[in-house]
């Protein structure tokens, strides 16, 4: 026809190429068989080019499959697919199509669009990705699912999926505690090794036993003075001298730092004050004990100074330490027993050896009185350290904590005195503790959100943060067996969160953190548990 001729006069040929007609001789029963199912799905010629250019973005082999599967022997016509005769064939049809009445010949994807589901994918499901999805629970917490794909023949239970650990994150308990005095500067709390937990409520030292629940008034100081430090003794060091009664064991005795420069060593079982310690001509902001030497006490003061006590000796101080300028606000020895660090007002980090307390010890050389000097003296921070935290992984990791002017945390190896990473967390960083199981930090803070961040280390990426406290978290310290934390705040409140998890293995009920062996977290109501420390 006319149309037809002009169409085809207007398609460029190139020279020697046969020309492309627009109409189609009928093909035998053989050449359809060879077709490949691109030809079949090829589009049309464009009158700007008569190029043939198949589409290979489907499966070649599940196309001749689709395409060949209707031809039978014996019809040519027959439109309707012909039943599978063999094992083979119904294998084929489950591993490539699904054997799904609803699929897609080239396995495109199709949704039910008023269920607004997403559209999945019903034809083959060879070298597909999966999606991966996060799953988050009625609490905040987050689980990412890494499973096996599954399938009718795969058992049950044979590849389980990976989960991320849930931490909640709203605290588990609250207790009241008015009169918790706001300074940054003091440390007002400390979890003992047989679950109680001291706090110090302005003149008045309260105990409170994790396992029963119970409240008592340990101390409380006369004539104005207020408690401005409390630490339990470790369980690893030994009681018992002149000064000091058998009948006192090391987990039940208690430092008591004063605002008056005295140290009072109280007995919590017995409640009755075993000694007093002197030395410090100003108020007691820190203390800490050795967790390998027997009955080694140091504190830090306002007037400067470190003092390690022996509770056995007659005199108390053994060892004057000094190198800070202002009080001494952070104070914590390493796991071993072998290194003290110590953080003060003046923006330094002090790192003390316990062997300079020797008479081979190397002396200050400003000094003629037999002060020792630290080993390191480390001035990055640019405003007070009190956060100090040394890594349960490795011995010569200490993380150390700014004030308002400062906040950061910086990570120091201490073999070599280097500044390993500095992180700045955008608020003042009270105080720091490190996970017993996981390689995690947790850092607490004032002003303005006044939260507690959970990090991840090395990378120090944020894992969750803990909203609740409306002042700055001022103290934090954990349970025995480290599965709960407990934060104290100038809000007047102390707050127990599940932030670590708990530990693999079962404890003794003298460790097992809130609750005991019971595992009571909450009131009988089910509400949560409010209680005065008073």
Known sequence: ?????????????????????????????????????????????????????????????????????????????????????????????????????????????????????????????????????????????????????????????????????????????????????????????????????????????????????????????????????????????????????????????????????RIELWDAHAQKLVRTLGGHSARVASLSWNPTSRNVLSSGGRDSMVINHDVRAAEGSVATLRGHRQEVCGLKWCSDGNTLASGGNENFLCIWDVAMSGSSSPRSSSSSTGDIAPRLTLTDHKAAVKALAWAPFQRSLLASGGGTADRTIKFWNLNSGQLVNSIDTGSQVCALLWSPRHRELLSSHGFSQNQLILWKYPTMAKVKEFNGHTARVLHLDSSPDGSSVVSAAADETLRFWNIFGAPSKPKSSLSMGLGGSEGRLFGGGGSMNMMTIR
């Open 1 to 261: 026809t006319k149309m037809t001729k002009r169409l085809s006069g207007s398609f460029s040929t190139p020279p020697g190429s046969p020309r492309t007609s627009t109409m189609r001789s009928p093909q035998s029963r053989s050449q359809r068989k060879s077709q490949t199912p691109s030809s079949l799905n090829s589009p049309p010629l464009s009158p700007s080019s008569d190029r043939f250019i198949p589409r290979r973005s489907i499966d070649m082999s599940v196309a001749h499959y689709l395409a060949n599967e209707n031809l039978d022997d014996g019809d040519d016509s027959s439109s309707s697919p012909r039943a599978p005769h063999s094992e083979l064939e119904r294998a084929l049809r489950a591993a490539l199509l699904n054997d799904s009445p609803m699929r897609h010949p080239l396995g495109h994807y199709t949704g039910n669009s008023q269920s607004g589901a997403s559209p999945r994918p019903t034809g083959p499901r060879v070298l597909n990705f999966s999606n991966v999805e996060e799953n988050v629970d009625s609490q905040g917490s987050a689980s990412l699912g890494l499973g096996c794909p599954t399938s009718p023949t795969r058992n049950a239970g044979v590849c389980s999926p990976k989960t991320r650990r849930q931490i909640p994150a709203a605290p588990t308990r609250i207790l009241d505690a008015p009169d918790l005095v706001d300074d940054y500067y003091l440390n007002l709390i400390s979890w003992s090794s047989t679950n109680i937990l001291a706090v110090a409520l302005g003149p008045s030292v309260y105990t409170w036993n994790a396992e029963s629940n119970t409240v008592q008034l340990l101390c409380q100081l006369g004539n104005g003075d207020i408690v401005t430090s409390v630490s339990w003794m470790s369980s690893s060091a030994g009681g018992g001298s002149a000064s000091s009664p058998s009948s006192c064991t090391p987990a039940a005795l208690l430092a008591v730092g004063c605002n008056s420069s």
